[in-house]
């Protein structure tokens, strides 16, 4: 059974940072595709950021340049480092896996992810 535990949220500052991490359980980790995802309240939710199997990263336009997405292997974990965070940030973000590469198809906004974890809140305040 894949199991994925987000932590890390909080809230902060506009301009702040946040490390959001990402547990992985029951699966070959390093042979899967990570995301993370967002939904801000009233919004749909929004691809955020992706790492293939292979380690190539996608980012959304609206994060490029300020978040940053890694893992560790041996951890078996997955990180989103949130820089010059923005009001418009606020929103649940959800950690996301599947065995398919779908970093380049969930920038484009058609991803599908197969696993998903439960959560974590951010909150930046201006």
């Known amino acids: 059974q894949v199991q994925l535990v987000e932590s890390g949220g909080g809230s902060v500052q506009a301009g702040g940072s946040l490390r959001l991490s990402c547990a992985a359980f029951?699966?070959?980790?390093?042979?899967?595709?990570m995301a993370w995802f967002r939904r801000a309240s009233g919004k749909e939710r929004e691809g955020v950021a992706a790492?293939?199997?292979?380690?190539?990263?996608f980012y959304a336009d609206t994060v490029k340049g300020r978040f940053t997405i890694s893992k560790d292997n041996a951890k078996n974990t997955l990180y989103l480092q949130m820089n010059s965070l923005k009001p418009e940030d606020t929103a649940m973000y959800y950690c996301?896996?599947?065995?398919?590469?779908?970093?380049?198809?969930?920038?484009?906004?058609?991803?599908?992810?197969?696993?998903w974890g439960q959560g974590t809140q951010v909150t930046v305040s201006s």
């Open positions: 996301a896996a599947d065995f398919r590469d779908l970093g380049r198809t969930m920038v484009a906004g058609g991803a599908d992810f197969r696993y």
């Open positions: 029951g699966y070959a980790y390093t042979s899967y595709c």
């Open positions: 790492i293939d199997s292979d380690g190539s990263t």
